[in-house]
């Protein structure tokens, strides 16, 4: 692109888009761009590759006119984006470079109440957001079962945390597992409280991690929940709502144990995960 101001394919060096998430899990995009020198604009949501893989073929929309210089477009919840980050282009025409979107007015009032998740049925979530660069993108998941975590509560020598099941019942011999990251015969299980066949609570006693000792770097424990005896675990973090990056959002207090510190923490794909370290 020019830094000059000009114009590139006959779009604006810099189009910016607007994102409202509406009921049903749609979202509708209005960008702001001066009419294009071709009639078929198109908005491309494209899945960022992770570490040294090829680009995937993205999304592609129809963008409308929708008043002077905006056009829009509507990203349906179905067929579900595949769970990863998309970046966000708008494209004049066939043939032409896409360009990168900057980031409008985000109305996700409509995200705050958990979307659309149903009980009983797969959990599908996409949230608008704004990089570290200063564009847009799209931060889905697409989780079948999803267990959701609520309220953390932390204490001196324990930590609780209450959460709902999504895509599954609870059944008979139900428990949550904390496995530790890079040791997969570490693996420290927990009696679950339940209330109904979704919503479950659970206390993990530090002391049970602390067993497997502690080196001179972090150890990270990932949380799970096993729906019931013998079923595949699931995976516990925090989806449902207007929060893309929670890591630096959601800081909880880390509770100190002699020469160590352990503290409840949310990746950077919203999983929740505890952290064991040597106190600085």
């Known amino acids: 692109m020019r830094g000059d101001g000009e114009h590139v394919n006959g779009l604006p060096e810099q189009p910016r888009a607007a994102v409202t998430a509406q009921a049903g899990g749609r979202l509708l995009i ?3 761009l001066s009419r294009p020198a071709s009639a078929d604009p198109r908005l491309l949501l494209q899945p960022r590759p992770g570490k040294g893989q090829p680009e995937e073929a993205g999304r592609s929309l129809v963008l409308e006119p929708a008043g002077p210089d905006e056009w829009q477009s ?4 179905d067929p ?7 970046d966000a282009y708008v494209v004049a025409g066939p ?5 990168p979107l900057l980031p409008g007015l985000r109305d996700l009032r409509g995200l705050m109440s958990g979307g659309d998740a149903v009980r009983g049925a797969p959990v599908a979530v996409r ?9 847009l993108a799209v931060r889905a998941w697409r989780r079948a079962p999803h267990a959701e975590a609520g309220r953390i509560t932390v204490g001196s020598d324990a930590m609780t945390v209450a959460a709902r099941l999504y895509g599954a019942g609870l059944g008979e011999g139900a428990e949550v597992s904390l496995n530790r990251r890079g040791r997969e015969t570490a693996v420290a299980r927990i009696g679950l409280s339940a209330e109904g066949d979704q919503d479950f609570s659970f206390t993990v006693a530090y002391a049970d991690l602390l067993a497997e000792g502690v080196g001179s770097t972090p150890v990270v424990w990932d949380v799970f929940v096993h729906p019931s005896a013998g079923a595949p675990r699931v995976r516990v973090a925090r989806l449902l709502d207007d929060i893309a990056d929670r890591k630096a959002v959601f800081v909880y207090p880390a509770t100190t144990l002699g020469e160590l ?3 409840p923490y949310y990746t950077l794909d919203n999983d929740l995960s505890v952290e064991i370290a040597p106190r600085p």
């Open 30 to 32: 209005r960008v702001q």
């Open 74 to 77: 509507v990203l349906e919840a």
């Open 80 to 86: 579900a984006l595949d769970e990863g980050r998309w």
């Open 95 to 99: 043939g032409e470079a896409r360009v």
């Open 127 to 135: 949230i608008p957001y704004a990089t570290k660069d200063g564009r």
């Open 261 to 263: 510190t352990v503290r």
